[in-house]
């Protein structure tokens, strides 16, 4: 199945936010035998262009390159890596987790340490650790060593996972959020042949800390309509209500009505949804999740973009690892490519 091959090579790239070279450049390759046009701006952004017919509507598909990670912040006499975090991160998942410090030397392992539970306090073992209270040992000796090594302050840092296949309809990965996207929005390239309409597909930078990259690629394209492609939390595991995540694994993807930074324009979400059921296939509805999307910022461009989202259900999203289904991912391939092809008639 080329979606897994295609998501396993962008899941296992390091791309924290700010430092998306080595996605950049797999969404380079991938994109390029689908496009007419490709390229980057100055900020990073990966920008495909499939022509259309002349003075049909430009749709702008986002997917956003990088990944929540850590920088490194300070380098002590021992030779211990104190960091920052990129984008959100939960401290209570840091500890004890295997990272890669990707220096210009080339990727050193590392594994996030704290004082030992044995010595500490048993008032000190009910806290969470902050981050700063933690700090990255790659087996150096000093400061120095940890320099000769190619350390330096800004390094960024990711963590050390790697993809697998889980059960007959799963896989397992590093930054799903949003490698999916990028995986999906490749996949339909794939599939629009011929468009009426003409497609920029941006794979954009510095989402995780603002939003940054669409910001400007979409001032520069300027689209008719906008359509991010993202993951959303799938509530289906213990101990999650249904009203606080209602979207769940293998139940198609998730259409946005409204979030913190957005609320789908009518004749997008209509669009979205008259595709999923002229396709027949799963999809789900989903409104009131604290967070947003490339899409926030596409539709303020300028004068306005009606924009809206297409999200794949994934589990553990902006932790080390996530799990979504194949299915779902097929699926919203499939609603992308159609809903593209179903814009003249909306717009």
């Given at each position: 199945m080329a979606i897994v091959e295609t998501l396993e090579k962008l899941s296992n790239a390091c791309g924290v936010a700010g430092r998306e070279d080595e996605v950049r450049k797999i969404m380079k390759e991938l994109l390029k035998p689908h496009v007419d046009e490709l390229s980057e701006d100055k900020l990073g952004n990966v920008i495909g262009v499939k022509k259309g017919k002349k003075n049909a509507p430009k749709v702008m598909l986002a997917a956003h390159m990088d990944e929540i990670g850590l920088f490194v912040k300070t380098i002590s006499k021992?030779?211990?890596?104190?960091?920052?975090?990129?984008?959100?991160?939960?401290d209570r998942i840091l500890l004890a987790q295997k990272v890669m410090v990707h220096t210009e030397k080339g990727p050193l392992h590392g594994i996030i340490g704290s004082k030992p539970p044995h010595i500490q306090k048993e008032e000190e073992r009910k806290k969470v650790l902050t981050f700063d209270e933690l700090f990255i040992?790659?087996?150096?000796e000093s400061?120095?060593?940890?320099?000769?090594?190619?350390?330096?302050?800004?390094?960024?840092?990711?963590?050390?996972?790697?993809?697998?296949?889980?059960?007959?309809?799963?896989?397992?990965g590093k930054a799903f959020d949003d490698r999916v996207g990028c995986a999906v929005m490749i996949e339909a390239m794939k599939l629009l042949k011929e468009t009426d309409c003409t497609v920029y597909a941006?794979?954009?930078?510095?989402?995780?800390?603002?939003?940054?990259?669409a910001t400007v690629a979409a001032f520069g394209i300027y689209p008719d309509v906008g359509?991010?492609?993202?993951?959303?939390?799938a509530g289906d595991v213990p101990g999650v209500k249904e009203v606080e995540a209602p979207v769940k694994m293998r139940k198609g993807p998730a259409i946005e009505i409204a979030d913190m930074g957005l609320i789908t324009h009518p004749k997008v979400l209509r669009l979205l949804v008259e595709a999923a059921e002229e396709i027949n296939i799963p999809y789900q509805l989903e409104t009131g999740l604290p967070g947003s999307t490339d899409a926030a910022r596409i539709a303020l461009t300028r004068e306005g973009v009606p924009s809206g989202v297409i999200s794949v259900p994934t589990r553990y999203i902006h932790s080390p690892v996530s799990l979504v289904s194949l299915?779902?991912?097929e699926n919203t391939v499939k609603l992308t490519a159609t809903a593209v092809q179903k814009i003249p008639k909306h717009f």
């Open positions: 021992e030779g211990f890596l104190q960091f920052t975090k990129i984008g959100g991160i939960d040992d790659i087996g150096a400061q120095e060593e940890a320099r000769k090594m190619g350390v330096k302050i800004g390094d960024p840092v990711s963590f050390d996972v790697k993809f697998a296949k889980m059960g007959n309809d799963a896989v397992v941006v794979g954009t930078v510095q989402e995780e800390v603002g939003l940054r990259g359509i991010a492609l993202d993951v959303t939390v299915k779902d991912l």
